[in-house]
């Protein structure tokens, strides 16, 4: 029975760490005879959905080539956004669903980052977090100043979060761009 490629070697069992096994390696484990294998987890770009998957020895797949830049927003026109490379302030229209729900958080003269695939852009990632001013807040009962009630906040961008009861308008404060929660109150 071999237990490498190559030429077949009786009864020869080489001891190795992980770091000696590759692809098409064969194992002994648990005394099973097994064969190595890619496994990976992968986002898609487009839509933030997880997806994994397997790869035998000698699979082929495509490398993409991206390259980042950090972009300022400038203005929305329609479906994109206008977005300008503060080296050489080149504008560039980036599509507005790349950025699925973070849009909202967004706000003029922010930096984003931008993966080019060629000319044509494939994802954007806003900030991971941004600081936004409240502009409309419900009022909070009178003593009720417990930390973990929360209400309805507006927020400058024009999105609408829950932010604890001590919030007012006019406070400016920190929002996850990824899960749209309050952080904390920025201290200024």
């Known amino acids: ?21 590759n692809i098409g390696s064969y194992i002994r484990f648990n005394g099973d005879n097994l064969r190595a294998f890619y496994q990976g987890k992968m986002r898609n770009l487009r839509n ?25 927003y400038l203005y929305r026109e329609g479906d994109n956004l206008v977005c300008m490379n503060q080296e050489n302030f080149e504008q560039v229209y980036i599509p507005v669903s790349l950025l699925g729900d973070a849009m909202k958080f967004l706000k ?16 954007a990632r806003p900030p991971k977090v941004v600081e936004l001013t409240v502009t409309e807040a419900e009022h909070a ?7 973990k009630v929360m209400k309805q906040a507006k927020l400058e961008t024009g999105a609408d979060i829950m ?21 904390d109150r920025v201290k200024k």
């Open 1 to 21: 029975m071999p237990y490498f490629r190559g030429p077949v070697h009786l009864n020869l069992c080489i001891m190795a760490s992980t770091s000696d096994v």
């Open 48 to 72: 933030g959905k997880l997806n994994e998957h397997r790869w035998r020895s000698g699979e082929s797949m495509e490398v993409l080539r991206v390259e980042v830049h950090e972009l300022q």
């Open 108 to 123: 003029e003269e922010m930096v984003i980052q931008i993966g080019f695939e060629s000319d044509t852009p494939i994802f």
């Open 141 to 147: 009962v009178k003593g009720d100043t417990s930390n």
């Open 163 to 183: 932010v604890p009861i001590f919030v007012d308008a006019g406070t400016v404060i920190r929002v996850d761009t990824e899960t749209g929660d309050y952080l």
